[in-house]
C-alpha cells in the first residue's frame, strides 16, 4: 500500500520570516514513518519546503492539522477525496475539534497516533477505516521509535537536531491545547537511554529538546542530565518557571551544556495570570529566576501574552522596560489566542466574545476575540510595537549579555533571525538552510 503524509504550510505573523516556516520538520510524521511496517510504501511531503505533488495517487492520505493550516488542510483532503482516495486527518486542532474535522475527512486521529497506526493501516487495507481513533490510556513511550529522518531532505530546513524527551504537560493553563478534554493528564517521560541513543544518532553536539515542559518531572530531568555530561552537548529546552524552585537542577542544566531556556512568562500581571490557572508562575520570583539563569551562562527566550482579561494597554510599555531591564535575550510574543477546543475558547465563546471566526487568523497575531480592558486596535498595535521596540537597535544593544560567550549567539539570534530575518531566509531559500543553522552553530558553540 502507498501512504503519503502531508504537512499544510502554515501561516505566517507580521515579524515572522520564512524561517518559521522551515525551522524544523514534523517530528509526528517521522514517528509513523517509522512505526509503518516494510512493506508498505511511505513518502512524506511538507508544503513549507516545497510544492505539494496533487498528481499522485496514494492508498492513503494522513494530514496533520493545526488550527491556522485547518482550510488548508481541508482543501488538500477534498481533493484526494473526489479521486476515492482514503484520507485520515490528526494533529492538534483536528484532536481537539475532531467533529469539525471529520466532515472534511474519511477519518481522523484524537490524540496520540502511535499506538494506533497499524491498526488503521490494517484497516484501511481491509476496507473498514473507522471514523475515529482515539486510545483511552497514554501511550507508552517506550515503544516509540527514533524518527525516520531518511524520509526528508534535511538541507531543506533550519535544523533537525531537535529531540523529544516527554509528552504532555503536568499543567493545564486554560489558554493552552493541554486544557482539551481530549488529552491524557499523565506527564509521561521516554526511557533515558531511549533519548540518548537518539541524540547520539543526529551526529551533533547541539541539541533541541523540544518538549512542552523539560522539568515536568524533576527526578527524571536531574537523572537524565547526569548521563549526557559525558556527551558534552550544547543543548535548549522550555521550561516551566517553577524552576525557580529547583535551582540545584539549574546547576545540573550548566554543568551539562545547558545555552539557552525557553520559560512561558506570558505576563508580569499577576492578576492576569491567576485569570488563566497558570498557577505554576510567581511573578515575584521572576526577577530572581532570570538572574540565576543569567548567573549561570544562561540565555533566556522570554514567552509573553498579551491581551488578558487584566491587561490594561500600559501593559506593552511596562513589559517592554521589564523585558530591556532584565536583559532578557530573545522574546517571543502572542496575542492571546483562543483556540478552538481550549477552556479558554468555551468561556468566551459563552460570553459572546469570539468575533473572528477565520482559522487562519489563529496563529497569535490577530485579535479575534474582545479584550475586556482595551480595544482590539490597542492591543493589535501595542502587540506590533513591542517587537519593533524589542528588537530596535538600541534595545538589542541594551540587552546585551554580561557573559561573553553568549553574545555571539544572542547576536546572530536578534539580527540575522528576528531583525533582518525576511533577507536572510530568502537568501537561504535557496538550499543553504541546513547550511545556515549549521553555520550559526559553529560560530556559536564551535560545534558541528
Known amino acids: ?126 476496507g473498514n477505516l473507522k471514523k475515529k481513533y482515539y486510545n483511552d490510556k497514554p501511550t507508552n513511550l517506550a515503544n516509540t521509535p527514533i524518527p525516520k529522518w531518511s524520509l526528508i531532505d534535511k538541507s531543506k530546513y533550519l535544523y533537525t537536531n531537535v529531540v523529544v524527551t516527554s509528552r504532555g504537560c503536568p499543567f493545564r493553563c486554560e489558554f493552552c491545547y493541554n486544557s482539551c478534554e481530549y488529552v491524557h493528564n499523565k506527564f509521561r517521560n521516554r526511557p533515558i537511554e531511549h533519548v540518548i541513543e537518539e541524540v547520539k544518532a543526529l551526529g551533533t553536539k547541539q541539541v533541541m529538546f523540544i518538549d512542552d515542559n523539560f522539568i515536568g518531572n524533576i527526578i527524571w530531568t536531574k537523572e537524565f542530565l547526569r548521563q549526557i555530561k559525558p556527551l558534552y552537548l550544547k543543548w535548549h529546552a522550555a521550561v516551566s518557571a517553577n524552576l525557580v524552585q529547583h535551582l540545584d537542577l539549574l546547576d545540573e542544566m550548566k554543568e551539562s551544556g545547558c545555552e539557552s531556556l525557553f520559560i512561558g512568562f506570558e505576563t508580569i500581571n499577576k492578576a492576569s495570570i491567576e485569570s488563566v490557572s497558570k498557577y505554576q508562575n510567581n511573578i515575584e520570583s521572576y526577577e ?124 546572530l539570534f536578534n539580527f540575522v533571525y528576528r531583525k533582518f530575518g525576511k533577507i536572510t531566509s530568502k537568501i537561504a531559500s535557496f538550499g543553504l538552510m541546513n547550511n545556515l543553522g549549521k553555520s550559526a552553530r559553529k560560530l556559536s558553540y564551535g560545534i558541528d
Not at 17 to 46: C, G, Q, W
Not at 70 to 95: C, N, P
Request: one cysteine or more; aromatic letters at 8%; glycine letters at 4%.
Open 1 to 126: 500500500m502507498k501512504i503519503k503524509l502531508i504537512s499544510p504550510k502554515m501561516t505566517l505573523r507580521p515579524m515572522d520570516s520564512e524561517f518559521k516556516r522551515v525551522m524544523s520538520p514534523s517530528i509526528a510524521l517521522l514517528i509513523l514513518a517509522a512505526l509503518t511496517p516494510n512493506e508498505h510504501e511511505l513518502y512524506i511531503e511538507d508544503e513549507n519546503v516545497g510544492k505539494l505533488n496533487l498528481e499522485d495517487k496514494p492508498d492513503l492520505v494522513g494530514i496533520s492539522v493545526n488550527v491556522d493550516t485547518s482550510q488548508r488542510a481541508y482543501e488538500i483532503s477534498k481533493h484526494y477525496r473526489k479521486q476515492g482516495i482514503k484520507v485520515i486527518l490528526g494533529g492538534i486542532h483536528a484532536s481537539a475539534n475532531s467533529d469539525e474535522a471529520l466532515a472534511y475527512a474519511d477519518s481522523v486521529c484524537i490524540g496520540e497516533a502511535e499506538e494506533l497506526w497499524e491498526q488503521v493501516i490494517a484497516d484501511v487495507q481491509t
Open 288 to 411: 530572581k529566576l532570570i538572574q540565576e539563569i543569567h548567573s549561570r551562562g544562561i540565555m533566556v527566550n522570554a514567552s509573553l501574552v498579551f491581551g488578558f482579561d487584566d491587561d490594561e494597554d500600559t501593559v506593552f510599555e511596562e513589559t517592554l522596560n521589564w523585558l530591556v531591564k532584565n536583559k532578557i535575550e530573545t522574546m517571543t510574543a502572542h496575542i492571546l489566542t483562543p483556540y478552538p477546543g481550549t477552556k479558554i475558547y468555551q468561556r468566551l465563546k459563552s460570553q459572546s466574545r469570539i468575533i473572528d471566526h477565520e482559522p487562519t487568523h489563529y496563529n497569535t497575531s490577530y485579535v479575534v476575540f474582545s479584550p475586556n480592558k482595551m480595544t482590539q486596535q490597542q492591543l493589535y498595535e501595542g502587540y506590533l510595537k513591542i517587537y519593533e521596540d524589542f528588537y530596535s537597535i538600541k534595545n538589542i544593544i541594551k540587552r546585551l549579555p554580561n557573559d561573553r560567550n553568549q553574545r555571539i549567539p544572542y547576536l
